[in-house]
């Protein structure tokens, strides 16, 4: 999962295509909105990227320092439209939310703030 199995992903597919290549990920998330419900599809125009800060202590260091994050990297903004559309051809238009950022991690769980569980 996250950015090692993409960058995999993309270097393998890569090998076995001719041409030019776009890749979509399709998968879960999290959001902050509370306009967008369960089921509602997101096309975000930008991405970040979370890279977890290794050297951090939450004993002593800030809790806005535990991440290392990147500036947004835009969509194509023809890919992006073409899958807006096409998307909006099968559900619900409301149901698309194409603007926004989505934030991508190195990790799963803790690339999401997760701790662990104290038993």
């Known amino acids: 999962m996250g950015v090692p199995n993409t960058d ?6 890569r090998e076995v295509v001719e041409g030019p290549m776009a890749m979509v990920r399709f998968g879960t998330c999290g959001v902050v909105d509370e306009k967008i419900t369960p089921g509602d599809i997101i096309v975000p125009k930008h991405t970040i ?3 977890q800060n290794y050297d951090y ?18 969509a194509d903004e023809k890919f992006h439209e073409l899958l807006v559309r096409k998307t909006t051809e099968t559900v619900k238009a409301d149901a698309v939310h194409r ?8 990790t799963f769980y ?8 104290k038993s």
């Open 8 to 13: 995999f992903l993309i270097r393998e597919a």
């Open 49 to 51: 990227f979370l890279q």
């Open 57 to 74: 202590d939450p004993r002593t260091d800030k809790p806005e320092t535990q991440f290392y994050m990147s500036k947004p990297c835009p």
């Open 99 to 106: 603007d926004g950022i989505m934030a991508t991690a190195e």
């Open 110 to 117: 803790s690339g999401q703030g997760c701790g662990f569980r």
